[in-house]
């Protein structure tokens, strides 16, 4: 039998108490605001930045020693903003290159005005630029924008490549990625590449120049205001945050090596990218016109050799050898075994879908717990999926994956979540709207 700690008890009954404080508090309906930098980007299915707050500071006030915190599935950066605000260090990973650009524009330097003398510079560049020349060339440019929203996105390319600082770029870089998703002809009601009906194309008439002005200028008062309240904790030195701050290019699968953290907080996808959400075909287009050496030393072209290939690195996204160790699997997972049986009859790729995911997810775990100090507690959030017409328990999948490793369970709280975004047109899968926040503690 496995002894409960102190701090168990202690996390356990603070939760408990917010539980109880009122109706579907966890749900934070009315709650779910995105002050600071979590505003920079519409990423997909990002998390409520105030129950990341009530989960980090209860758990660090339980537990004295906790000075680090760990995301192996980083995406928005939500994590690492809420992290920043409460003084603590962190060390993020993801495998989708617009998410470490987005995680590494959050960690600053903060300083609103230097953004707001360089945006001027890059307007003025704009203003000036008479070139005509693309300054992105893929298949389907000429599907995805309309031929002035091209002409403007590439003089907008070439200005923030001419300024100096890579930090500002980064900044600017974002900036442009949320004026490509507002100005491409992909629809905005689905995370997937979906063109746009002509009668609808024809009817806009955005302006990516004005669209990215005033992006670039919400963006440098969201980051204002978040160093006015880093400021007023004496978070920053020099503009710039003084805890350390790590975002790297890299599955979750890989071993951190020499580290060892004190908190993990995360949220795994729910399932393999292609049946839930397509997180790479959401960045694909983005990242067209943005340089990729600037987001990270192993972010290269490979990453958009197809609009599906960030999805085919994702957990899940090779299909071959999909049932590979799933005797073992269903050994340690009962869930993960109903859940196969009750696809036996659906045609295979389903199966091979469920089987392929928590067969990648599976191979995470033992590296993130392994980057885990002695009695580290952790925060899983995750939501159970549809797959031809199944639920599959992924809550209770991953339950079992943590136990048969050696996790401690500490507690599980059920939320609805009404407020997180996730797309309104799917045909793969059933719009998610509960999901469980899974703690647990290193043994």
Not at 91 to 115: H, S, T, W, Y
């Amino acid at each position: 039998m496995i002894c409960e700690t102190s701090s168990d008890a202690q996390i356990r009954k603070k939760l408990d108490d917010l539980s109880v404080s009122a109706p579907d508090y966890w749900s934070y309906s009315g709650r779910a605001a995105r002050r600071c930098a979590h505003d920079y980007f519409q990423y997909p299915a990002m998390m409520v930045p105030d129950m990341l707050s009530d989960l980090i500071r209860v758990i660090s006030g339980s537990d004295q020693n906790i000075h680090t915190v760990y995301d192996p599935f980083a995406g928005s950066g939500s994590v690492l903003t809420e992290t920043m605000l409460l003084g603590l260090d962190f060390i993020g990973r993801d495998i989708n290159p617009l998410a470490v650009l987005l995680c590494k524009a959050k960690m600053g330097p903060f300083r609103a005005e230097q953004l707001e003398d360089k945006l001027d510079d890059v307007l003025a560049f704009v203003e000036s630029d008479d070139l005509y020349r693309r300054e992105a060339d893929f298949p389907g440019l000429r599907k995805w924008f309309e031929a002035n929203t091209i002409n403007e996105l590439s003089k907008l390319r070439r200005a923030i490549r001419a300024e100096p600082a890579l930090w500002a770029r980064r900044f600017f870089w974002v900036a442009l990625a949320e004026t490509v998703r507002r100005t491409s002809n992909s629809r905005t009601s689905t995370f997937k590449l979906h063109i746009r009906t002509p009668k609808d194309i024809q009817s806009r008439s955005l302006s990516a120049l004005r669209t990215f002005e005033e992006v670039a200028l919400q963006n440098i008062g969201r980051l204002d205001e978040q160093s006015i309240v880093l400021g007023q904790q004496q978070l920053l030195k020099r503009s710039e945050y003084k805890g350390r701050i790590e975002v790297s290019l890299r599955s979750a699968e890989a071993v951190v090596r020499g580290r060892q953290f004190d908190l993990l907080v995360t949220s795994p996808p729910y399932g393999d990218n292609t049946s839930t959400v397509s997180y790479g075909q959401y960045s694909y287009l983005p990242l067209q016109w943005i340089d990729l050496a600037d987001i990270h030393s192993r972010a290269d072209n490979t990453f958009l050799g197809s609009t599906h290939e960030i999805d085919k690195r994702s957990l899940g996204g090779i299909k071959k050898a999909a049932f590979d160790g799933t005797d073992n699997l269903r050994r340690i997972s009962p869930a993960f075994s109903h859940a196969l049986e009750c696809l036996r009859d659906c045609p295979p790729d389903r199966r091979a879908r469920v089987a392929a995911f928590c067969r990648d997810l599976h191979r995470c775990i033992q590296p993130i717990l392994g980057s885990l100090r002695k009695n580290a507690y952790m925060v899983w959030v995750i939501g159970n999926r549809c797959v031809g017409g199944q639920e599959i328990p992924m809550v209770r999948i991953v339950y079992e994956f943590l136990t048969s490793n050696g996790a401690v369970p500490v507690v599980t709280i059920k939320r609805l979540i009404p407020t997180k975004r996730m797309a309104l047109k799917n045909n793969v899968s059933q719009t998610m709207c509960k999901e469980a926040i899974l703690i647990f503690r290193r043994k």
